[in-house]
């Protein structure tokens, strides 16, 4: 299982970023999807999910970043993105990519039995 992320930087606040996940076939079309971000200092937390219902992409995002940031994915390229709008000083850290088996409310353990991770990027927000 492969998980790449890219597009980090360093950045203004209320400027924007947009991170990619490219990821293996298997990953991609097994496990639910996420980005996670861990503060220096702090705990990993969940920041947004995109999932599939059959008829339509569903996402999910945590309340500091909700109307900010948006998760979307190409399934022809296996790749999820993370657009950043409006960044903060409070968004720096570093953001990695998850390929999971519970995921926005979506199962996928009989075929995603583990947690998968990206290596991370740094994103930094300067005031």
């Known amino acids: 299982v492969q998980l790449v992320e890219s597009g980090g930087g360093s950045v203004q606040a209320g400027g924007s970023l947009k991170l990619s996940c490219a990821a293996s076939e298997y990953a991609f079309r097994s496990c639910g999807m996420g980005w996670y971000r861990q503060a220096p200092g702090k705990e990993r937390e969940l920041i947004a999910t995109i999932n599939s219902n059959g008829a339509r992409d569903i996402a999910s995002y945590a309340d500091s970043v909700k109307d900010r940031f948006t998760i979307s994915r190409d399934t022809d390229k296996h790749t999820v993105y993370l657009q950043m709008d409006s960044l903060k000083t409070e968004d720096t850290g570093m953001y990695y990519c998850?390929?999971?088996?519970?995921?926005?409310?979506?199962?996928?353990?009989?075929?995603?039995?583990?947690?998968?991770w990206g290596q991370g990027t740094q994103v930094t927000v300067s005031s």
């Open positions: 998850a390929a999971e088996p519970i995921s926005g409310g979506f199962i996928y353990s009989a075929a995603c039995p583990n947690t998968y």
